[in-house]
């Protein structure tokens, strides 16, 4: 159960502050705050109202009492991104920002039962042997068809795990996973990121949820290889590029009908051997020289998978239990801003496919 210092240090993360100048905001000395933190000084109604001035967050938010988790053993190894970019203090506010979304799903979570379609399995590398027949019998077991898959949000989503969108801050991350015990897991993707490299990165984090209980030095190749082969199986992609001549053309025309990036699919190709050394290299150059490497054609965008289950949770405390939006901002006790930031403002959303959901009140 969450303590006082805990919400402090929990709110001095979300807004990326050091002790110090989270001191300097409340008006004390950095030893001071240090002993607020770890709960060596009672909270009074002065401090109370101190704090929730400082990191203007409402009073509320520091009567919490769920549980507050530190970065799980592999939050570092599933950020995605830059890792020379990705900061401590990104770490500690992407770690904030996760904790107070569990407390979401439990708050709104009481009112509205999600209920899944599908189970997240759970197959170790060790035991099954290759990390690509691990991605074939999860596509078999959630009963994927052949072909690419075209919404894989609501794949997930079906399987109990909870998509969200953040900023990150400005963080270098294009997504990260968290998980835990008894609430579903949670991956947070980067709005701001193309929707090929979301896909990939959702994929990547699938991999985690279903391999890795426990860090290992390998877990982020093989999460990448189980983004690969889960998106594009080396069977079917055999059969795709046999007797094709690989060229930016056809990278570029497979993009649009797979939903990866072109980058992938000439990963594949290589992988399964429909490309000599020779032509991947001047492929990879032709690539580098256009600046795809970091940013395909706009013109081969397509629209990412947008998340459906937190939005019709909310949507149904308005729509089917008579919530009004400003109660539903109270009870996460964020604040209006903060609200925003994470989910969005009700006018703005789109009305989503709604997922399976029992009113429990």
């Known amino acids: 159960m969450a303590t006082f210092g805990d919400l402090v240090r929990l709110a001095r993360h979300l807004r990326g502050l050091t002790q110090q100048a989270?001191?300097?905001?409340?008006?004390?000395?950095?030893?001071?705050?240090?002993?607020?933190?770890?709960?060596?000084?009672?909270?009074?109604?002065e401090l109370q109202s101190g704090v929730s001035r400082a990191f203007d967050l409402p009073r509320d938010f520091f009567s919490i009492t769920d549980t507050v988790y530190g970065p799980p053993v592999s939050v570092h190894t599933m950020l995605r991104g830059k890792k020379s970019e990705v900061t401590r203090r990104d770490v500690d506010m992407i770690t904030a920002e996760l904790n107070i979304r569990l407390f979401h799903l439990r708050t709104f979570l009481q009112n509205v039962n999600y209920e899944p379609d599908n189970e997240l399995p759970m197959l170790?590398?060790?035991?099954?042997?290759?990390?690509?027949?691990?991605?074939?019998?999860?596509?078999?077991?959630?009963?994927?068809?052949?072909?690419?898959?075209?919404?894989?949000?609501?794949?997930?989503?079906?399987?109990?795990?909870?998509?969200?969108?953040?900023d990150f801050q400005g963080a270098s991350v294009s997504g990260v996973t968290f998980a835990a015990p008894g609430r579903p897991p949670i991956v947070l993707l980067n709005r701001d990121h193309p929707a090929d490299r979301l896909r990939f990165t959702l994929a990547h984090e699938l991999g985690h949820l279903v391999m890795h209980r426990f860090p290992t030095p390998e877990m982020e190749d093989e999460a990448n290889r189980f983004a690969s082969a889960f998106l594009l199986p080396p069977d079917e992609m055999r059969e795709v590029f046999r007797g094709r001549r690989i060229t930016l053309e056809l990278l570029a025309?497979?993009?649009?009908?797979?939903?990866?990036?072109?980058q992938s699919i000439l990963m594949c190709a290589q992988s399964v051997g429909a490309v000599t050394p020779n032509q991947s290299r001047y492929l990879w150059q032709q690539i580098s020289a256009r600046g795809w490497r970091t940013r395909e054609p706009v013109s081969l965008d397509f629209e990412a998978d947008r998340p459906t289950v937190f939005p019709t949770i909310l949507r149904s405390h308005v729509e089917d239990l008579g919530f009004r939006p400003a109660e539903l901002v109270c009870m996460s006790r964020i604040g209006d801003?903060?609200?925003v930031r994470f989910y969005g403002s009700f006018e703005d959303q789109k009305q989503p496919t709604r997922p399976r959901l029992r009113i429990v009140n």
């Open 124 to 166: 170790d590398v060790e035991h099954y042997g290759s990390v690509e027949r691990i991605a074939t019998i999860v596509r078999t077991f959630w009963k994927v068809q052949e072909g690419p898959i075209r919404n894989l949000t609501r794949l997930m989503e079906r399987a109990g795990v909870v998509v969200g969108e953040s």
């Open 22 to 45: 989270a001191a300097e905001r409340l008006g004390v000395a950095q030893a001071v705050f240090s002993r607020i933190e770890n709960d060596f000084i009672e909270p009074d109604e």
């Open 337 to 339: 801003a903060n609200f």
């Open 253 to 262: 025309a497979l993009k649009k009908e797979w939903r990866v990036s072109m």
